[in-house]
């Protein structure tokens, strides 16, 4: 079974300090794996996706198969990064692709 | 483009009532997700669409639970009766890809309305 795990819950900084937010992964296959991203009274959005290797915002994540993790970082955090992030993991076979297995989240606080 | 649409916003129902939640994907998208956020948790799937046929219902309480997606657009998840533990925020999400397909990256890239919070008591 797949299964996706954030650590830590809560997680501040200050305002231009660097910024890990941890994520592993369990999963059989080839994995491809997201960080969705919910700001304050908005909706859930996507922030980045591994396979695209893309930096958002600042954001980078790195997929390293041999620890089956997925950490978002940014090396300045900003006051506007403040959020609840989530690490999802794409389930790739079957009928069911595309299901997105959620982990628990982890809000994080900028402080300025 | 127009996002996922989800009403009502918030429903407040006493145990064993019954309620229903409606959504409307954006257009053009096979992909249909209904998803069960208890607080403090990560969104759970509970039931996947594509098109009009569901792909994935194996989380949702069959018991209570039901869902549809009549002519591959709308859907509609339904609770009956209701319990305290079915108190959390019901998020509807839409992806371009239909599975079994061979897409490009973006078109599994789910979108996510704005939710109904649902409180039981």
């Known amino acids: 079974a797949q299964r996706v795990t954030q650590p830590e819950k809560l997680l501040s900084v200050f305002k231009g300090a660097p910024v890990e937010l941890k994520c592993n992964y369990s999963?059989?296959?080839?994995?491809?794996l997201f960080w969705y991203v919910q700001y304050s009274r908005q909706r859930l959005q996507l922030l980045l996706r591994h396979i695209s290797r893309e930096s958002i915002k600042g954001f980078t994540a790195d997929l390293n198969k041999g620890e089956t993790s997925f950490h978002l970082k940014k090396p300045f955090a900003q006051e506007e990064d403040s959020a609840m992030y989530y690490c999802?993991?794409?389930?790739?076979?079957?009928?069911?692709?595309?299901?997105?297995?959620f982990g628990q989240g982890t809000i994080l606080t900028v402080h300025p | 483009e127009a996002g996922v649409a989800q009403s009502p916003r918030y429903k407040i129902i006493e145990k064993r009532q019954s309620v229903a939640f409606w959504c409307n994907p954006i257009s053009g998208h096979a992909t249909l997700y209904w998803y069960q956020q208890i607080l403090g948790q990560g969104p759970k799937l509970l039931i996947q669409?594509?098109?009009?046929?569901?792909?994935?219902d194996s989380q949702l309480p069959k018991d209570r639970f039901s869902a549809e997606r009549l002519k591959g657009v709308d859907s509609t998840l339904k609770i009956q009766p209701a319990k305290l533990e079915d108190s959390a925020v019901y998020l509807c999400?839409?992806?371009?890809?239909?599975?079994?397909?061979?897409?490009?990256?973006?078109?599994?890239?789910?979108?996510f309305g704005p939710g109904t919070r649902l409180t039981v008591t």
């Open positions: 669409f594509q098109n009009n046929g569901v792909v994935d």
């Open positions: 999802a993991l794409l389930n790739a076979g079957g009928t069911s692709y595309g299901k997105l297995t």
């Open positions: 999963y059989s296959g080839s994995p491809e």
């Open positions: 999400a839409s992806s371009p890809r239909a599975s079994g397909r061979v897409s490009p990256p973006d078109s599994y890239e789910q979108y």
